[in-house]
């Protein structure tokens, strides 16, 4: 059974940084994208950044400048620096990761989220 747990939310001022991380476990042979995507209180569900196998990026306009995603391949994890960060960042940020190859079916898979806070 393939897992994604994520790591790294957290309460953070204005301005500040962090870093989020997630890692796919189970019997895995291959991942086509890994990405994030966030929801905010009353708001649907936004593509935050996705990264391919090849590392093709897309960001999501508003973190443009601001957030870096990248991934281990080897370690199946994918990571997104926050940097700059501002209060409408505020969400509870989602793993994804699409096309996984395990035990011979394709599936794509959600993390449980984590919550990220930008407040002063």
């Known amino acids: 059974q393939v897992q994604l747990v994520e790591s790294g939310g957290g309460l953070v001022q204005p301005g500040g940084s962090l870093r989020l991380s997630c890692a796919a476990s189970?019997?895995?042979?291959?991942?086509?994208?890994m990405g994030w995507y966030r929801q905010a209180p009353g708001k649907q569900r936004e593509l935050v950044a996705v990264?391919?196998?090849?590392?093709?990026?897309n960001y999501a306009d508003s973190v443009k400048g601001r957030f870096t995603i990248s991934r281990d391949n080897a370690k199946n994890t994918v990571y997104l620096q926050m940097n700059s960060l501002k209060p409408e960042d505020t969400a509870v940020y989602y793993c994804?990761?699409?096309?996984?190859?395990?035990?011979?079916?394709?599936?794509?898979?959600w993390g449980q989220g984590t919550q990220v806070t930008v407040s002063s």
């Open positions: 189970g019997s895995i042979s291959s991942i086509n994208a």
């Open positions: 994804k990761a699409d096309g996984v190859f395990s035990s011979g079916w394709w599936n794509d898979y």
């Open positions: 990264i391919a196998p090849s590392g093709n990026i």
